[in-house]
């Protein structure tokens, strides 16, 4: 049974921390490029942070850049997403997608993280 689970979200003031993690299984987790997107009502689906089977190569969208930070631990098949100094625009759905090259593709159901005074 495949599956990506997200927890970790809640409601924060601005300035604010969250640690946002994903738990995969049921498949070969270390092979996989791992992402988190995020999506809010009226926005179009971003890419936060992606992050390569090994760790090696890190990308983050420049809304988050200095304030978020995506690591992986393959021997206990999580990635996390710390994400600090929180903003209210970075109020959304967060959702964790793993790939292998182009022919596997699994996403995780979403977590709520909103941030408001």
């Known amino acids: 049974q495949v599956q990506l689970v997200e927890s970790g979200g809640g409601l924060v003031q601005p300035g604010g921390s969250l640690r946002l993690s994903c738990a995969a299984s049921g498949f070969t987790f270390s092979g996989y490029v791992v992402c988190w997107y995020r999506q809010s009502p009226g926005k179009e689906r971003e890419l936060v942070a992606s992050i390569t089977s090994s760790g090696i190569t890190i990308k983050y969208a420049d809304s988050v850049k200095g304030r978020f930070t995506i690591s992986r631990d393959n021997a206990k098949n999580t990635v996390t997403l710390q994400m600090n100094s929180l903003k209210p625009e970075d109020t959304a759905v967060y959702y964790c997608?793993?790939?292998?090259?182009?022919?596997?593709?699994?996403w995780g159901q979403g977590t709520q993280v909103t941030v408001s005074a």
């Open positions: 997608h793993a790939y292998f090259l182009e022919s596997r593709a699994y």
